[in-house]
């Protein structure tokens, strides 16, 4: 599976901006699509998840209500839209999947995905 992120910039705070992530390589029907982010300085972090089959969907406390996580099959893409947007929202984001049911760990924890996309900065000016 290979992961194309984009739609990253810049946005003032309270702003909106949507980032995409299109796959290609394999079909993701079994798949799990997340998020992460990494701010400068700080670690990665889990940000939302979608299971491409069915939408279940799941969110870090900080963005839930913020940011919503969806995909779209005829694109093969995933997209997550930020509105209110804040300052500490600004980070490298990349998207990343894997097959449903495999491995060990949460899908809120970054060693659960094999496939990871190149990661589109997020810039929240106050």
């Known amino acids: 599976v290979q992961l194309q992120a984009s739609g990253g910039g810049l946005v003032q705070a309270g702003g909106s901006l949507r980032v995409s992530c299109a796959a290609s390589?394999?079909?993701?029907?079994?798949?799990?699509m997340g998020w992460f982010r990494q701010a400068p300085g700080k670690e990665r972090e889990f940000v939302a998840y979608i299971h491409w089959s069915g939408g279940m969907t799941a969110y870090q406390d900080s963005v839930q209500g913020r940011f919503t996580i969806s995909r779209d099959n005829a694109k093969s893409t995933v997209y997550l839209q930020m509105n209110s947007l804040k300052p500490e929202d600004t980070a490298v984001y990349y998207c990343a999947a894997v097959p449903a049911g495999s491995g060990h760990y949460s899908y809120t924890h970054g060693p659960a995905y094999v496939y990871w996309g190149q990661g589109t900065l997020v810039t929240v000016s106050s």
């Open positions: 390589g394999r079909t993701l029907s079994s798949y799990v």
